[in-house]
């Protein structure tokens, strides 16, 4: 599904930050018109987006409405258009159906260098609270999760009822097989999924 779709199909307990799917360069200067100042544009319908070159950061308003045309045609022909928002760091938290094991739980280190740094723990349905803090410990980067150099640590609760909700969609909704949030930026300690990706059986 695309990312509009995704997060749309996940719902409103998804923590993400103010953004909206225009279809018109006059519908992304009306959203901009309300933000603030510096805004990332994405092409709609496009699973791997940063590796096309189609998620521009940073922008402001004027760079969004030059650039609108050339993301909308290299996508479904919408732009998703989101304020900009600077994280301390970034995490992976993705969910699975496993054959053996049912809907298996991913956590780790998130953002463009997911693949190349590795560094992930799993965690099995249902989730438990206990279980969930010893196994991000086991992380390289647990260091960040509790704060370091004057920056808040993450607020391990909200991480916590994020993984249980993505787990429970699996639970819940046999079609979709797979659930991507990455990157997932922790703002002041909180978690602020920047991009979904849900996955549907026979796709």
Not at 141 to 154: E, I, K
Request: net charge negative; with cysteine; proline share 5%.
């Amino acid at each position: 599904m695309s990312e509009a779709e995704s997060k749309q199909r996940l719902g409103d307990w998804l923590p993400a930050c103010r953004e909206r799917l225009t279809r018109s360069p006059a519908e992304a200067a009306d959203f901009m018109a309300g933000g603030n100042g510096v805004f990332v544009a994405k092409a709609s319908g496009v699973a791997h987006k940063t590796e096309g070159n189609l998620v521009r950061v940073g922008l402001p308003a004027e760079y969004v409405l030059a650039q609108w045309e050339e993301l909308a045609a290299a996508g479904d022909g919408s732009v998703l258009v989101a304020d900009f928002v600077r994280p301390e760091y970034e995490l992976l938290i993705g969910a699975t159906r496993d054959e053996q094991f049912g809907p298996v739980l991913t956590v780790g280190q998130g953002g463009v260098m997911t693949e190349s740094i590795d560094d992930v723990v799993c965690f099995l349905h249902p989730l438990d609270r206990d279980d969930f803090g010893r196994g991000l410990e086991e992380l390289r980067c647990a260091r960040l999760l509790h704060g370091q150099r004057g920056r808040p640590g993450a607020d391990l609760e909200r991480l916590y009822e994020l993984g249980s909700h993505l787990l429970d969609v699996l639970v819940a909704d046999p079609d979709v097989m797979g659930v991507d949030l990455n990157p997932v930026a922790i703002i002041d300690g909180r978690p602020v999924v920047l991009d979904a990706l849900v996955i549907l059986s026979g796709a």
